[in-house]
């Protein structure tokens, strides 16, 4: 699948926006977290350009493939789960790829699409790299992705 490489330098982040109050965010369980997160990567892709899971376990296999690291070393203390009363609704996830921080997913329950969580988990992200000095990540996105002008927003430019 063509993707779009795009980097962030981290001398130059943007503020975080609180969150709504019944979303709490925490660290990445590597094990409890594995199958919310698979099913909720299926449903945030669903119908989108970026979909290649045709089901909750297929995207259960991509959540452990990223946390195994088929993507490079799974970097923990830059990853990101958010959750509400229903569940878990969002998460970043991060490895290092090519020796560089690769935000590997960023996912959104689609009923919460477009409220800023996806940016208030990509900027804590990029906050946790930088503040273990790293100085740039990236990522890859389809082309036709909707979540392109939200990475452009945040400060990511095609690489």
Known sequence: MKRIRMTHDLSNLAALAPLAREITVRGVSHDD??????????????????QEENNPDEGRREIDRTIDGAYGPFIASASFVASDPEGVVGASLVTRFEELPL????????????RGLGAALALRSLEALAAHNERVARLAVHPESPARGLYARLGFVEA
């Open 103 to 114: 935000l590997a997913h960023l996912i959104v329950h689609p009923r919460i699409q477009r």
């Open 33 to 50: 977290d594995r199958d919310a997160l698979g099913a909720l990567l299926y449903l945030a892709y669903l119908g989108g350009p970026d």
